[in-house]
Protein backbone atom coordinates (compact mmCIF):
# COMPACT_ATOMS: atom_id res chain seq x y z
CA UNK A 1 0.00 0.00 0.00
CA UNK A 2 0.85 3.73 -0.72
CA UNK A 3 -0.21 6.09 1.62
CA UNK A 4 -0.36 9.76 1.55
CA UNK A 5 -0.72 11.45 5.07
CA UNK A 6 -1.43 15.17 5.06
CA UNK A 7 0.92 15.74 1.87
CA UNK A 8 1.79 19.26 0.83
CA UNK A 9 3.45 20.55 -2.09
CA UNK A 10 4.42 23.98 -1.97
CA UNK A 11 6.64 25.60 -5.06
CA UNK A 12 9.34 27.59 -4.54
CA UNK A 13 7.13 30.56 -5.96
CA UNK A 14 4.93 29.97 -3.56
CA UNK A 15 2.08 27.70 -5.23
CA UNK A 16 0.52 24.92 -3.62
CA UNK A 17 0.27 22.31 -6.34
CA UNK A 18 -0.71 19.72 -3.63
CA UNK A 19 -2.53 20.59 -0.18
CA UNK A 20 -2.80 17.97 2.72
CA UNK A 21 -3.62 15.07 0.39
CA UNK A 22 -4.68 11.58 2.30
CA UNK A 23 -5.54 8.78 0.41
CA UNK A 24 -4.49 4.98 0.49
CA UNK A 25 -3.32 3.47 -2.57
CA UNK A 26 -4.08 -0.22 -2.41
CA UNK A 27 -1.93 -2.98 -3.42
CA UNK A 28 -1.81 -4.96 -6.33
CA UNK A 29 -4.74 -2.24 -8.46
CA UNK A 30 -5.05 0.24 -10.27
CA UNK A 31 -5.32 3.89 -8.54
CA UNK A 32 -6.24 6.70 -10.80
CA UNK A 33 -5.19 10.50 -10.56
CA UNK A 34 -7.83 12.73 -12.14
CA UNK A 35 -8.87 16.45 -12.39
CA UNK A 36 -8.92 19.06 -14.16
CA UNK A 37 -5.84 21.04 -15.78
CA UNK A 38 -3.39 22.04 -13.41
CA UNK A 39 -5.03 20.53 -10.69
CA UNK A 40 -1.80 18.83 -8.74
CA UNK A 41 -1.60 14.92 -10.77
CA UNK A 42 1.87 15.10 -11.88
CA UNK A 43 2.61 16.95 -8.92
CA UNK A 44 0.80 13.84 -6.70
CA UNK A 45 2.68 11.11 -8.60
CA UNK A 46 6.38 12.37 -9.04
CA UNK A 47 6.39 13.19 -4.98
CA UNK A 48 5.91 8.82 -4.96
CA UNK A 49 9.53 8.25 -6.71
CA UNK A 50 10.54 11.71 -5.60
CA UNK A 51 11.38 13.37 -8.73
CA UNK A 52 9.50 16.24 -6.87
CA UNK A 53 10.16 16.47 -2.95
CA UNK A 54 7.56 16.97 -1.10
CA UNK A 55 7.26 20.02 1.38
CA UNK A 56 5.10 18.27 3.91
CA UNK A 57 3.37 15.26 5.27
CA UNK A 58 4.16 11.74 4.44
CA UNK A 59 4.20 9.28 2.00
CA UNK A 60 5.18 5.67 3.16
CA UNK A 61 5.02 2.45 0.61
CA UNK A 62 4.39 -0.89 2.71
CA UNK A 63 4.69 1.04 5.79
CA UNK A 64 7.88 2.65 5.06
CA UNK A 65 8.24 6.19 4.95
CA UNK A 66 10.43 6.83 1.02
CA UNK A 67 12.21 9.68 2.20
CA UNK A 68 14.46 6.54 4.21
CA UNK A 69 15.39 5.76 1.11
CA UNK A 70 17.85 7.13 -0.99
CA UNK A 71 16.22 8.63 -3.95
CA UNK A 72 17.83 6.66 -7.07
CA UNK A 73 17.14 2.94 -5.30
CA UNK A 74 13.11 3.95 -4.36
CA UNK A 75 13.40 4.94 -8.02
CA UNK A 76 14.74 2.03 -9.04
CA UNK A 77 12.20 -0.15 -7.63
CA UNK A 78 9.30 2.04 -9.22
CA UNK A 79 8.82 1.63 -12.71
CA UNK A 80 7.61 5.08 -14.86
CA UNK A 81 5.86 5.69 -18.09
CA UNK A 82 4.89 9.02 -19.29
CA UNK A 83 3.15 10.56 -22.28
CA UNK A 84 5.11 10.33 -25.64
CA UNK A 85 7.24 7.19 -23.94
CA UNK A 86 10.31 9.40 -23.13
CA UNK A 87 12.40 6.10 -24.96
CA UNK A 88 16.12 7.12 -25.51
CA UNK A 89 16.09 8.19 -29.27
CA UNK A 90 19.79 6.54 -30.03
CA UNK A 91 18.81 3.10 -28.07
CA UNK A 92 16.94 0.54 -29.90
CA UNK A 93 13.75 -0.94 -28.67
CA UNK A 94 15.21 -3.99 -27.16
CA UNK A 95 18.27 -1.61 -25.26
CA UNK A 96 15.85 0.79 -24.12
CA UNK A 97 14.03 -2.02 -22.52
CA UNK A 98 16.91 -3.20 -21.35
CA UNK A 99 17.94 0.26 -19.35
CA UNK A 100 17.42 -0.77 -16.05
CA UNK A 101 18.33 -4.30 -15.87
CA UNK A 102 21.93 -3.01 -17.42
CA UNK A 103 21.96 -0.83 -14.40
CA UNK A 104 21.49 -3.31 -11.48
CA UNK A 105 24.14 -5.68 -13.47
CA UNK A 106 22.40 -8.43 -15.11
CA UNK A 107 23.95 -10.58 -17.44
CA UNK A 108 23.91 -9.99 -21.25
CA UNK A 109 21.80 -13.02 -21.69
CA UNK A 110 19.54 -12.89 -18.83
CA UNK A 111 18.70 -9.06 -19.71
CA UNK A 112 18.04 -9.64 -23.70
CA UNK A 113 15.75 -12.49 -22.97
CA UNK A 114 13.65 -10.87 -20.52
CA UNK A 115 13.89 -7.91 -22.85
CA UNK A 116 11.97 -10.03 -25.65
CA UNK A 117 10.12 -11.60 -23.24
CA UNK A 118 8.13 -8.46 -22.11
CA UNK A 119 8.47 -6.80 -25.43
CA UNK A 120 6.20 -9.93 -26.25
CA UNK A 121 3.65 -9.48 -23.30
CA UNK A 122 2.81 -5.86 -24.19
CA UNK A 123 2.13 -7.09 -27.99
CA UNK A 124 4.71 -6.17 -29.59
CA UNK A 125 5.59 -7.51 -33.12
CA UNK A 126 9.41 -8.79 -31.86
CA UNK A 127 10.51 -7.96 -35.43
CA UNK A 128 10.57 -4.04 -34.40
CA UNK A 129 12.89 -5.10 -31.70
CA UNK A 130 16.02 -3.71 -33.13
CA UNK A 131 14.63 -0.46 -34.56
CA UNK A 132 14.97 2.85 -33.36
CA UNK A 133 11.95 4.86 -31.34
CA UNK A 134 11.57 7.52 -34.35
CA UNK A 135 11.14 3.95 -36.71
CA UNK A 136 8.02 2.66 -34.37
CA UNK A 137 4.56 4.82 -34.42
CA UNK A 138 3.17 6.46 -31.18
CA UNK A 139 0.91 3.69 -29.68
CA UNK A 140 4.63 1.54 -30.54
CA UNK A 141 6.57 3.08 -28.69
CA UNK A 142 3.97 3.68 -25.59
CA UNK A 143 4.36 -0.05 -25.61
CA UNK A 144 7.57 0.21 -25.69
CA UNK A 145 7.32 2.28 -22.31
CA UNK A 146 5.53 -0.05 -20.49
CA UNK A 147 7.95 -3.10 -21.42
CA UNK A 148 10.65 -0.70 -20.26
CA UNK A 149 9.01 0.57 -16.85
CA UNK A 150 8.27 -3.52 -15.69
CA UNK A 151 11.87 -4.62 -17.12
CA UNK A 152 13.13 -4.89 -13.59
CA UNK A 153 9.38 -5.94 -11.95
CA UNK A 154 8.91 -3.18 -9.79
CA UNK A 155 6.14 -3.58 -7.46
CA UNK A 156 4.92 -0.17 -8.27
CA UNK A 157 4.15 1.05 -11.71
CA UNK A 158 3.27 5.35 -11.87
CA UNK A 159 1.81 6.10 -15.24
CA UNK A 160 1.47 9.97 -15.99
CA UNK A 161 -0.98 10.38 -19.39
CA UNK A 162 0.76 7.21 -20.96
CA UNK A 163 -2.43 7.13 -23.70
CA UNK A 164 -2.60 11.04 -23.92
CA UNK A 165 -0.74 11.12 -27.53
CA UNK A 166 -2.14 8.52 -29.62
CA UNK A 167 -5.57 8.61 -31.41
CA UNK A 168 -8.63 6.95 -29.89
CA UNK A 169 -8.36 3.75 -31.31
CA UNK A 170 -4.60 3.01 -30.59
CA UNK A 171 -5.40 4.54 -27.18
CA UNK A 172 -8.58 2.22 -26.57
CA UNK A 173 -6.09 -0.96 -27.67
CA UNK A 174 -3.71 0.34 -25.28
CA UNK A 175 -6.09 0.82 -21.91
CA UNK A 176 -7.22 -2.76 -23.02
CA UNK A 177 -3.73 -4.34 -23.00
CA UNK A 178 -3.08 -2.27 -19.79
CA UNK A 179 -6.17 -4.04 -18.60
CA UNK A 180 -5.33 -7.70 -19.65
CA UNK A 181 -1.38 -7.14 -18.75
CA UNK A 182 -2.54 -6.26 -14.65
CA UNK A 183 -4.48 -9.47 -14.55
CA UNK A 184 -1.38 -11.42 -15.28
CA UNK A 185 1.30 -8.97 -13.08
CA UNK A 186 -0.96 -7.67 -10.28
CA UNK A 187 1.21 -4.14 -10.11
CA UNK A 188 0.41 -1.29 -7.73
CA UNK A 189 -0.31 0.95 -10.55
CA UNK A 190 -1.28 4.99 -10.21
CA UNK A 191 -2.12 6.50 -13.09
CA UNK A 192 -2.70 9.76 -13.80
CA UNK A 193 -5.45 11.01 -16.29
CA UNK A 194 -7.05 14.33 -17.44
CA UNK A 195 -9.85 11.85 -18.94
CA UNK A 196 -12.72 10.49 -16.46
CA UNK A 197 -13.77 8.13 -19.04
CA UNK A 198 -9.82 6.74 -18.78
CA UNK A 199 -10.41 6.70 -15.16
CA UNK A 200 -13.68 4.97 -15.15
CA UNK A 201 -12.16 2.21 -17.41
CA UNK A 202 -8.81 1.80 -15.71
CA UNK A 203 -9.31 2.32 -12.17
CA UNK A 204 -9.89 0.00 -9.06
CA UNK A 205 -10.09 3.40 -7.35
CA UNK A 206 -10.24 6.64 -8.62
CA UNK A 207 -9.44 9.96 -6.97
CA UNK A 208 -11.00 12.87 -8.31
CA UNK A 209 -8.66 16.19 -7.53
CA UNK A 210 -9.64 19.27 -7.31
CA UNK A 211 -7.41 22.46 -8.60
CA UNK A 212 -5.15 23.33 -5.34
CA UNK A 213 -4.31 19.95 -5.35
CA UNK A 214 -7.68 18.74 -2.63
CA UNK A 215 -8.84 15.53 -2.41
CA UNK A 216 -12.14 15.84 -3.95
CA UNK A 217 -12.98 11.83 -3.83
CA UNK A 218 -11.90 8.64 -3.56
CA UNK A 219 -14.29 5.75 -4.85
CA UNK A 220 -14.25 3.30 -7.13
CA UNK A 221 -15.98 3.93 -10.21
CA UNK A 222 -19.17 2.72 -10.09
CA UNK A 223 -19.44 4.65 -6.77
CA UNK A 224 -18.42 7.41 -7.91
CA UNK A 225 -20.67 7.26 -10.95
CA UNK A 226 -23.72 7.09 -8.56
CA UNK A 227 -22.67 8.86 -5.63
CA UNK A 228 -20.72 11.72 -6.71
CA UNK A 229 -20.24 13.65 -3.41
CA UNK A 230 -20.92 17.44 -4.70
CA UNK A 231 -21.83 19.07 -7.53
CA UNK A 232 -17.76 19.34 -8.59
CA UNK A 233 -17.24 15.98 -8.62
CA UNK A 234 -21.24 15.52 -10.85
CA UNK A 235 -19.83 17.90 -13.60
CA UNK A 236 -16.73 16.59 -13.60
CA UNK A 237 -18.12 13.10 -14.17
CA UNK A 238 -20.32 14.90 -17.09
CA UNK A 239 -23.02 13.54 -18.66
CA UNK A 240 -25.11 10.07 -18.70
CA UNK A 241 -23.94 8.52 -15.77
CA UNK A 242 -26.79 6.59 -15.13
CA UNK A 243 -26.29 4.97 -18.46
CA UNK A 244 -22.08 4.94 -17.97
CA UNK A 245 -22.83 3.01 -14.30
CA UNK A 246 -24.56 -0.04 -16.13
CA UNK A 247 -20.82 -0.91 -17.46
CA UNK A 248 -20.20 -1.88 -13.65
CA UNK A 249 -23.55 -3.84 -13.26
CA UNK A 250 -23.25 -7.44 -14.97
CA UNK A 251 -25.88 -9.04 -16.93
CA UNK A 252 -25.07 -12.67 -15.51
CA UNK A 253 -28.84 -12.68 -14.47
CA UNK A 254 -30.65 -11.20 -17.03
CA UNK A 255 -33.48 -13.56 -17.98
CA UNK A 256 -33.03 -15.40 -21.45
CA UNK A 257 -35.69 -16.48 -24.33
CA UNK A 258 -35.00 -18.99 -26.45
CA UNK A 259 -33.06 -18.25 -29.94
CA UNK A 260 -36.37 -17.29 -31.77
CA UNK A 261 -37.22 -19.07 -35.31
CA UNK A 262 -36.41 -15.83 -37.11
CA UNK A 263 -32.77 -15.24 -35.82
CA UNK A 264 -31.08 -17.57 -38.83
CA UNK A 265 -28.03 -19.28 -37.18
CA UNK A 266 -25.23 -20.98 -38.87
CA UNK A 267 -24.19 -24.46 -38.24
CA UNK A 268 -22.17 -24.00 -35.37
CA UNK A 269 -24.83 -22.18 -34.10
CA UNK A 270 -23.38 -18.66 -35.02
CA UNK A 271 -25.91 -15.81 -35.52
CA UNK A 272 -26.13 -14.90 -39.07
CA UNK A 273 -28.61 -12.47 -39.46
CA UNK A 274 -32.51 -11.85 -38.42
CA UNK A 275 -35.07 -12.91 -40.96
CA UNK A 276 -37.64 -10.36 -42.25
CA UNK A 277 -41.34 -10.45 -43.50
CA UNK A 278 -40.11 -9.93 -46.63
CA UNK A 279 -37.11 -13.24 -46.57
CA UNK A 280 -34.48 -10.79 -46.12
CA UNK A 281 -31.91 -11.01 -43.44
CA UNK A 282 -31.16 -8.11 -41.95
CA UNK A 283 -27.69 -7.47 -39.62
CA UNK A 284 -27.51 -9.13 -35.96
CA UNK A 285 -26.16 -6.21 -34.50
CA UNK A 286 -24.61 -5.91 -31.61
CA UNK A 287 -23.87 -9.38 -29.61
CA UNK A 288 -23.14 -9.73 -25.47
CA UNK A 289 -21.65 -12.64 -23.44
CA UNK A 290 -23.60 -13.38 -20.15
CA UNK A 291 -20.13 -12.29 -18.43
CA UNK A 292 -20.94 -8.30 -20.02
CA UNK A 293 -22.26 -5.75 -18.76
CA UNK A 294 -26.16 -4.34 -18.50
CA UNK A 295 -24.61 -1.91 -20.65
CA UNK A 296 -23.07 -4.42 -23.55
CA UNK A 297 -26.58 -6.06 -23.32
CA UNK A 298 -28.80 -2.96 -23.64
CA UNK A 299 -26.17 -2.07 -26.61
CA UNK A 300 -27.29 -5.34 -28.37
CA UNK A 301 -30.97 -4.26 -27.64
CA UNK A 302 -30.20 -1.02 -29.27
CA UNK A 303 -28.83 -1.97 -31.98
CA UNK A 304 -31.08 -4.48 -32.72
CA UNK A 305 -33.12 -3.93 -36.07
CA UNK A 306 -35.93 -6.44 -34.10
CA UNK A 307 -35.17 -5.12 -30.60
CA UNK A 308 -33.52 -8.37 -29.53
CA UNK A 309 -30.31 -8.18 -28.28
CA UNK A 310 -28.58 -11.86 -28.79
CA UNK A 311 -26.56 -13.53 -26.31
CA UNK A 312 -23.65 -15.81 -27.59
CA UNK A 313 -21.75 -17.99 -25.66
CA UNK A 314 -17.46 -18.39 -25.50
CA UNK A 315 -17.75 -20.03 -28.98
CA UNK A 316 -20.04 -17.33 -30.74
CA UNK A 317 -22.80 -19.73 -30.47
CA UNK A 318 -26.71 -17.94 -30.02
CA UNK A 319 -27.82 -19.15 -26.43
CA UNK A 320 -30.60 -16.53 -25.88
CA UNK A 321 -32.16 -13.29 -26.78
CA UNK A 322 -33.50 -10.27 -24.71
CA UNK A 323 -36.10 -7.72 -25.66
CA UNK A 324 -36.59 -4.13 -23.58
CA UNK A 325 -39.31 -5.45 -21.78
CA UNK A 326 -37.10 -7.76 -19.64
CA UNK A 327 -34.40 -5.21 -19.92
CA UNK A 328 -36.45 -2.84 -18.55
CA UNK A 329 -37.60 -5.10 -15.98
CA UNK A 330 -33.62 -5.40 -14.46
CA UNK A 331 -33.22 -1.64 -14.74
CA UNK A 332 -35.92 -1.40 -12.22
CA UNK A 333 -34.71 -3.53 -9.71
N1 LIG B 1 8.03 23.83 -10.93
C1 LIG B 1 6.90 24.47 -10.63
N2 LIG B 1 6.95 25.68 -10.06
C2 LIG B 1 5.79 26.34 -9.73
N3 LIG B 1 4.56 25.85 -9.93
C3 LIG B 1 4.48 24.65 -10.52
C4 LIG B 1 5.63 23.90 -10.88
N4 LIG B 1 5.22 22.72 -11.45
C5 LIG B 1 3.87 22.75 -11.44
N5 LIG B 1 3.43 23.90 -10.87
C6 LIG B 1 2.04 24.31 -10.62
O1 LIG B 1 1.44 23.37 -9.74
C7 LIG B 1 0.09 23.13 -10.09
C8 LIG B 1 -0.12 21.65 -10.32
O2 LIG B 1 0.64 21.22 -11.45
P1 LIG B 1 0.61 19.72 -11.96
O3 LIG B 1 1.52 19.62 -13.14
O4 LIG B 1 0.86 18.81 -10.83
O5 LIG B 1 -0.91 19.60 -12.42
P2 LIG B 1 -1.64 18.51 -13.31
O6 LIG B 1 -2.93 18.25 -12.63
O7 LIG B 1 -0.77 17.35 -13.56
O8 LIG B 1 -1.89 19.34 -14.65
P3 LIG B 1 -2.03 18.86 -16.19
O9 LIG B 1 -3.22 17.99 -16.29
O10 LIG B 1 -2.24 20.19 -16.89
O11 LIG B 1 -0.75 18.20 -16.55
C9 LIG B 1 -0.18 24.00 -11.31
O12 LIG B 1 -0.78 25.18 -10.87
C10 LIG B 1 1.19 24.27 -11.87
O13 LIG B 1 1.23 25.49 -12.55
Not at 36 to 63: A, F, V, W, Y
Not at 191 to 212: P, Q, S
Not at 249 to 277: F, K
Amino acid sequence: MIEFEDVTKRYPDGTVAVDNLSLRIPSGQITVFVGPSGCGKTTSLRMINRTIERTGGRISIDGEDINTKDAVTLRRGIGYVIQHAGLFPHKTVVDNVATVPKLLGWDKRKTRATAMELLERVGLDLKLAERYPAQLSGGQQQRVGVARALAADPAVMLMDEPFSAVDPIVRNQLQEELLRLQRDIGKTIVFVTHDIDEAIKLGDNVAVLRTGGKLAQFAPPAELLANPVDDFVESFIGKDRGYRALTFVTADDLRLSDVPAELTVAEDGTPVGWLNGSDQLEPVGATFHRGDSLRAAMDAVLTSPVGKGVCVDDSGKAVGVVGYETLAERLRS
